[in-house]
């Protein structure tokens, strides 16, 4: 038998409990956090782990690609460039917005920096396209690019792309850096890409023209929504 008393005190018999009464006691329960609480704590925890790893991948940009702050010719804290312009062609006024970054991912057979990023066209029939977009630089480039070759290509990559098999439009530039701007044309994808009514060739003709006009384009930096606010007045 078990005694539970108070020392100086003489024992009552409500302190006096036998181990198997102890043992048919029900076990104390530890009070559970609210869900709210638990939701909280969940979220603090993804934000600090997205924010670790951005932090990282910024880390690994300035170690291996620390041009990619200087793009455009003035540092800044993210590592990519984006920017806007139009194109006037035969068949019509195009606006271009592009937004790319340095990338490891890409062939190893040119000595070259890969670029990667999403581009968006808008065509003179008011239409607008979602483009997927690579590209490339020299190697082992100066934190100032002014001056540099760059040339960018890209096709249309809609959120169901990889269930498609035509990805027409398909549109490459090839120019220069003259900070802060992009001075570049279209080798003559403009008019591989669209028909002279301005919608897009979907079309397979082996005796279509490889070369014919060069559409030249300036693309100054700018937002998407600069871009999109751009895009109406293309329309015929």
Known sequence: MERFTIPG???RLSDIRTVRDSALLPPRVKPRRGCVGCLWQTLWQCTLILGLGAILVIA???????????LGGRFHILPYWQGWGKLHAKSGDYVLFVQFEPTPRGSKM?????????AYVCTPRGENFRLRMGGGMRKHLNLSTDGEVIHLYMNYWPWNADFMNDHNPSLEFRGHWQNPKLIMDDHSSIARAFQPDGSVYHGQDENRPYMTEI????LTSGSYSQFKA??????R
Do not use: D, Q, R, S
């Not at 690994?60 to 200087?70: D, I, K, N, Q, R």
């Open 9 to 11: 005190m003489a024992p």
């Open 60 to 70: 690994m940009t300035g170690l291996f690609y620390p041009w990619a702050f200087y």
């Open 110 to 118: 040119y000595l070259e920096t890969n670029l990667t990023g999403i």
């Open 215 to 218: 559409v030249p384009i300036t």
């Open 230 to 235: 751009a895009c109406p007045v293309a329309k």
